[in-house]
């Protein structure tokens, strides 16, 4: 199944703003925080843990990449590019390499 560029950029522009826009009464308050896109290389065979339990989340509701950019790091020769996406009108984060593609969640 071939998956065409423009098919890509619309699937992150829905991701982006998919909890922020559901308007559902379970959903209340529920906002887009943070998106994390890696990209493999067309011959890569890797396979990508969940990463949920690799962000750190402290007492000030900073969130920490670091874990997830240790275990990018081990892989990088793996992977095309790792996109970041984060509001940082509602939370701080840190640990993103400097490689990383960052971008506004909001745009």
Known sequence: MEISDEEI???????????????????????????????????SKLVLPTMKNLVNV???EVLDL?????LLNKYKGEIEK?????????????????SWRKGDILL
């Open 58 to 60: 402290d007492e000030n």
């Open 9 to 43: 950029v619309k699937l992150k522009d829905a991701l982006k703003k998919f909890a922020t826009n559901l308007n559902t009464t379970s959903k209340i308050g529920t906002e887009n925080a943070l998106l994390l896109f890696v990209t493999l290389k067309e011959d």
């Open 82 to 98: 790792v996109e970041v996406y984060y509001n940082d009108n509602i939370c701080k984060v840190n640990g993103i390499d400097e």
């Open 66 to 70: 670091s874990k997830i950019s240790e």
